[in-house]
């Protein structure tokens, strides 16, 4: 049975060591989606080093990431996805280091967006992210004097990369795999079917452990990643279930499923449920008149 991690210490305000060359500074920026804070990890040896996801632009922060990186040149900086909370201090970091952008490219939503879904994704994504180079999946490179492979990791964002760190078994999930909650998986940002697909991945793969973008460590990654996959059969199934209750709408079936949810929780759970919705739609399980939408009523075919 899957089971989260909420003990965190985020030590704000300075570096923690997760692994052999491996700092991780959490920001200050703590809420219902970012947990304790951002994670920014910045990673290398005596000669040099690189910042992934430096995070969002608060002093504080900016202050440990100076402290951490000590002075070394900064080869890159690397981006796992362009969410403004992992990304709003990548113009201070550049203009203070010179280093190049590098990750998935600029933000883009997972399908074609819908007229009224524009503002919403633009209220979390970074359109302003310049990159100086964009990696294709399964791309090496080294940084830091360290081996760096891309692995293409979409679902959260369409951009999501996971990075494969040295030789050691480890892994940087980004905001993909969390070892203190499942993922946000909101079109038209994120796409549940690219999810699925990027966890399946995830686990034919073998590292030994996660450093992810919120929260504290993922031990155990394949049992846990095979817990993720289950709670979203689990949550599918669900769906479907009060689709032959006789639910039609987002709004009715996140009344019944999410019931003992923080309302203030439940339009983010609506997007969860439209991201399932739009997957059991392509599947041919579920049936809609127009395209998938939030307001769209919904049949079970």
């Given at each position: 049975m899957l089971s989260f991690e909420k003990q965190f210490d985020p030590a704000y305000g300075r570096a923690v060591a997760v692994a052999d060359g491996i700092l991780r500074v959490t920001a200050r920026n703590p809420g219902?989606?970012?947990?304790?804070?951002?994670?920014?990890?910045?990673?290398g040896g005596a000669n040099g080093c690189f910042v992934v996801d430096p995070g969002?632009?608060?002093?504080?922060?900016?202050?440990?990431?100076a402290?951490?990186?000590?002075?070394?040149?900064?080869?890159?900086?690397?981006?796992?996805?362009?969410?403004?909370?992992?990304?709003?201090?990548v113009g201070r970091l550049q203009a203070e280091t010179f280093a190049p952008v590098i990750g998935g490219g600029p933000h883009r939503p997972?399908?074609?967006?819908?007229?009224?879904?524009?503002?919403?994704?633009?209220?979390?994504?970074d359109m302003s992210i310049a990159f100086d180079r964009v990696l294709d999946d399964d791309e090496p490179l080294t940084l830091g004097g360290v081996a760096v492979t891309a692995i293409a990791t979409p679902g959260h964002a369409a951009n999501h990369l996971a990075f494969a760190i040295g030789t050691d078994g480890?892994?940087?999930?980004?905001?993909?795999?969390?070892?203190?909650?499942?993922?946000?998986?909101?079109?038209?940002?994120?796409?549940?079917r690219d999810y699925m697909r990027s966890l399946y991945r995830l686990l034919a793969r073998d590292e030994r452990v996660y450093l992810p973008g919120h929260g504290g460590v993922v031990e155990s990654p394949a049992a846990f990643v095979r817990g993720l996959i289950d709670h979203r059969h689990g949550r599918e199934a669900a769906i479907m279930a009060r689709l032959a209750a006789g639910d039609r709408h987002i709004t009715q079936i996140v009344a019944a499923l999410y019931r003992d949810v923080?309302?203030?929780?439940?339009?983010?759970?609506?997007?969860?449920?439209?991201?399932?919705?739009?997957?059991?739609?392509?599947?041919?399980?579920?049936?809609?008149?127009?395209?998938?939408?939030?307001?769209?009523?919904?049949?079970?075919?």
């Open positions: 219902p989606f970012t947990f304790r804070g951002t994670n920014s990890y910045v990673i969002p632009d608060e002093p504080e922060h900016a202050v440990a990431l402290a951490a990186i000590g002075g070394r040149p900064v080869d890159a900086i690397l981006l796992t996805h362009t969410h403004r909370d992992h990304t709003g201090s997972a399908r074609p967006m819908l007229a009224d879904e524009a503002g919403r994704m633009e209220a979390s994504a480890v892994l940087l999930s980004g905001d993909h795999v969390m070892a203190w909650s499942t993922t946000v998986v909101a079109p038209p940002d994120g796409s549940m923080d309302p203030r929780l439940h339009p983010a759970a609506g997007l969860s449920v439209l991201a399932h919705l739009e997957d059991l739609v392509a599947r041919g399980m579920a049936a809609t008149p127009g395209l998938a939408s939030l307001t769209s009523a919904y049949t079970p075919t």
